[in-house]
């Protein structure tokens, strides 16, 4: 009986001591996965086209109707391949889900857990995400005399206005990788 248990401990720290990505499929691997599966339409290779981190969006067997987004390639060297870096949770539309995104890394292990909505478009195409915003106005008329208050200045910056989040790398719309928003070459 002892030689089972010492088995099992061995199993147990071996499974700890690898690393993530040692169980982490590659992308190719995954893309096969994408080819041979039924998937939820977030299921797939999603890039963040901000900074071109390749992400994939699995479901998450541990919690129902959840997915787990895990690093495939990143620019960012604080990043490895194999790093679970959030989870998609589900709400009453389909389309719509609860991101939970760590954004610091700190002696390997990911924390300060970032909440946020994202939504799928239409097409499947994209996942926009929308972060909370904390909004400040104070009304500085009250304090100018009367002309000062019929002139106002503002800024209105089109860029803040581009939806963030990612875009779907593979599959593509017809399940061969081709895109909507590139060129098709036959």
């Known amino acids: 009986m002892t030689a089972i248990k010492y088995i099992i401990a061995s199993a147990l720290i071996l499974t700890v001591s690898v690393p993530t990505y040692a169980f982490f499929p590659s992308e190719r691997e995954i893309r096969n996965w994408c080819d041979t599966g039924i998937l939820s339409p977030v299921e797939g290779i999603w890039e963040y086209p901000d900074d071109g981190a390749r992400v994939c969006i699995q479901a998450d067997p541990t919690s129902p109707g959840a997915f787990t987004i895990t690093i ?4 960012d060297c604080r990043l490895d391949y194999g790093d ?5 949770h589900p709400t009453a539309d389909p389309r719509q889900f609860r991101l939970e995104q760590w954004t610091r890394k700190d002696n390997k292990l990911l924390s300060r857990a970032e909440q946020c909505a ?3 478009s239409t097409d499947g195409e994209s996942l926009r995400v929308k ?3 904390l909004k400040f106005k104070v009304n500085l008329n009250t304090l100018l005399p009367r002309f000062w208050r019929v002139v106002r200045v503002s800024y209105d910056d089109p860029a803040d206005r581009l939806p963030a989040g990612l875009v779907k790398v593979y ?3 017809d399940h061969n990788g081709s895109l909507r928003r590139k060129t098709r070459i036959l």
């Open 84 to 88: 679970v870096i959030g989870r998609l």
């Open 118 to 120: 994202a939504t799928l």
């Open 171 to 173: 599959p593509g719309y």
């Open 72 to 75: 495939i390639s990143t620019p």
């Open 131 to 133: 972060a909370p915003k």
